[in-house]
């Protein structure tokens, strides 16, 4: 499955740092911004840690799971997105 993700307004500083940070994984800005966003959201909290991705990763997922299975034969998961949002 492939997803398309576009960031807007991304400050200039960022976009600069994560160029050079992509280069010395000598990898594209897509594919650092892939691999980012992939471990923050992957991510495990350790007990007694400070709540980070992983808690609210582990927050999200809980949520999922309470309605997975409703969007079945809805379609995708733009349709199912514009159908939240009311959209026609």
């Known amino acids: ?21 992509a280069a010395s994984h000598k990898r594209s800005m897509e594919a650092e911004a892939r691999d980012i966003l992939t471990r923050a959201v992957m991510q495990r909290d350790a007990p007694g840690q400070t709540p980070t991705a992983g808690t609210v990763n582990a927050a999200a997922l809980q949520a999922l799971n309470a309605v997975r299975g409703k969007w079945q034969g809805r379609g995708t998961t733009d349709a199912a997105m514009r159908d939240l949002r009311g959209e026609d």
């Open 1 to 21: 499955m492939s997803t398309t993700l576009t960031i807007r307004n991304l400050e200039e500083p960022v976009k600069h740092l994560l160029r050079i940070q």
